[in-house]
């Protein structure tokens, strides 16, 4: 019997309450599908900072290393200044941990909760592929004359033929592995950022030549937001930067009927991976039990398929789409019909 090492971050706000709706699913499906497991639950966020000045300890760190996976409920306190936990937490654990692709599916599970019009669930059913660890989030840059008149800020973006070769690497292989359209698109920018995108889309080309089975496309990021509208059909799996990722992966979010159903996973192939809702803390519903859990659970899910329990992450997103299309009245908090915890139990009952 297999077992799995997992490390538990609830995080700050709602994560909590999320993330004990997706271990109740995790206890469910163990026993089902024949695997096991050892939780250990860190205490990382914004009340801990608050508490004792530490944001992540080394100790912790190197821990971590050593888990199968991590689940991530959200990290983000309205009393810390911005930047502070997402660069100390999550930014830092990506880059040291090299989780050097962010993953997240991008499903609609009910028509219903789709803001685009006469949009059908088979319109919308792709993955966008996320460089994690380079481009504009590397920190490079500074100021001249800070706190002036004459104050020059730069931010440059970092790419290596390394870090796009093996993020384009990954996405081929998970279309392969996808076996829906066998697409790929790169999303780009290459008209004006003619050096970053001049590597990415060389090296897009090299690596589809050991693909010959696979549809190669090229899309601005301009031009990938309309179709993500107009035509959100056309995509299977998308490729891109950091920075775009980020920008593209929300509006993939919103598509797919709003942040309480998107899931992402922070990958390293070779290493541990992170897992976790994208909607973050959400603060003014904490302690209220009105918070969507099915993103959590979404997440779950996709670290079951990435540790290769691909049959129960099958079961997780088989039983959400039943819940989401046969109990609940929208995917928004405090309007589901049904409360954080209930919604965890009608899963566990589905599978």
Known sequence: MKSYKIAVVPGDGTGPEVIHQGLKVLKALSSKF??????????IGGERYLRTNEILPETVVKELKTFD???LGAIGDPRVKPGILEKGILLRLRFELDQYV???PI???DKRFCPLKDKEEKDIDFIVVRENTEGLYVGGGGFLRK???EEVAI????NTYFGVRRCIEYAFEYALKRNKRKQVTLCGKTNVLTFAFDLWERVFYEVAKKYPEMKTEYAHVDATTMWMVKNPDWFDVVVTDNMFGDIITDLGAMIQGGMGIAAGGNINPEGVSMFEPIGGSAPKYTGKGVINPLAAINALGLML??????DAAERVESAVKYVVRSKLQSLAAGKMGYSTDEV????????
């Open 107 to 109: 499903i609609l599970y």
């Open 102 to 104: 962010n993953l997240r």
């Open 155 to 158: 931010q440059e973006s970092i």
């Open 69 to 71: 996976a991590i689940y």
């Open 34 to 43: 024949n695997f096991n497991y050892e939780l250990v639950t860190y205490d």
């Open 305 to 310: 398929e990435t540790l290769g329990e691909r």
């Open 344 to 351: 965890g139990d009608l899963v566990v009952r589905a599978l």
């Open 147 to 149: 706190n002036t008149q």
